[in-house]
């Protein structure tokens, strides 16, 4: 599954899903704030964009963003791309 999450305002999105295969893009000038649980097995998200904090990864600049995304996300045995 490929998304492509909405370049302006702010959104909000919850993933969940058993196994599979899942690829999310961030439009470049979003920030984001990305909680995974437990379930991936195989995640790879951009830090250059989106550094770990903790239990989260997180845009600097998310909590004075315009554009921004809040994005949980609860899958099975899965492999997990966020960029």
Same mark, same amino acid.
């Given at each position: 599954?490929?998304? %492509?999450?909405? /370049?302006?305002?702010?959104?909000? =999105?919850? %993933?969940?899903? &058993?196994? =599979?295969? %899942?690829? !999310?893009?961030?439009p @470049?000038?979003? /920030?984001a704030?990305?909680?995974? &649980?437990? &379930?991936?097995?195989?995640? #790879?998200?951009? @830090?250059?964009? +989106?550094? $770990? @904090? &903790?239990?989260?990864?997180?845009?600097?600049? +998310?909590? #004075? /963003?315009?554009? $921004? !995304? #809040?994005? $949980? %996300?609860? !899958?099975? =045995?899965?492999?997990?791309? !966020?960029?």
């Amino acid at each position: 599954t490929r998304l %492509i999450l909405p /370049a302006h305002g702010e959104t909000m =999105a919850h %993933i969940e899903g &058993g196994a =599979a295969g %899942i690829e !999310v893009t961030i439009p @470049q000038n979003v /920030a984001a704030r990305i909680v995974v &649980g437990d &379930g991936p097995n195989a995640v #790879t998200v951009d @830090q250059t964009r +989106f550094p $770990r @904090q &903790g239990n989260e990864y997180r845009s600097p600049s +998310f909590d #004075t /963003a315009t554009d $921004r !995304v #809040t994005l $949980r %996300i609860d !899958v099975g =045995a899965s492999r997990l791309v !966020v960029q």
